[in-house]
């Protein structure tokens, strides 16, 4: 579900982004949602505004985001919660870590050379099912005016006006 109903409020999703089941993104009133580019939001997490998510990041199952900055490259991994703080770029939240104090979240890890290419990995994946969709619609397409043309209608030289 994603939200911007509130007086002031936006939600910018950037290109090649993976939005899964049951994700929400909400943003407050006067306040901006903006999800960068090549940024995969896994199953059932929650992203609230005001809230910044950088380029070629990930957030977890269950994980929560709110009122933040993630920095380029960063991942909040399963049930994690990040709230109030900035993470810096390349850094990993670890599984159900609650981080609410810049304290602790300049002490987080960087990124490893796994978990960048998992993250590569399900931008990657995720963008074959949206291609793989794309072929279905045009075979399924094709097909529908192949069996017009077939049936001789005059719906034939309406398709796809």
């Known amino acids: 579900m994603i939200r911007a109903d509130e007086p002031g409020s936006s939600v910018i999703i950037q290109r090649n982004c993976n939005v899964q ?72 939240v670890p599984d159900g870590t609650v981080i609410t104090d810049q304290k602790n979240a300049s002490l987080l890890e960087d990124i490893t050379t796994d978990f960048a290419e998992f993250k590569k990995s399900v931008v990657r994946g995720n963008l074959e099912l949206v291609n793989g969709y794309k072929a279905l619609n045009l075979e399924d397409e094709t097909e529908h005016l192949s069996i017009l ?13």
């Open 21 to 92: 089941d049951n994700v929400v993104i909400h943003s407050l009133s006067n306040s901006e949602v903006k999800i960068g580019n090549n940024t995969s939001l896994a199953h059932g997490c929650i992203v609230h505004g005001p809230c910044k998510i950088g380029e070629n990041c990930f957030v977890g199952f269950g994980a929560v985001v709110f009122d933040c900055d993630l920095g380029e490259d960063t991942l909040v991994l399963h049930r994690a919660v990040v709230r109030g703080v900035e993470i810096l770029p390349h850094k990993v």
């Open 149 to 161: 043309q077939e049936s001789g209608t005059k719906e034939t030289q309406s398709f796809g006006n």
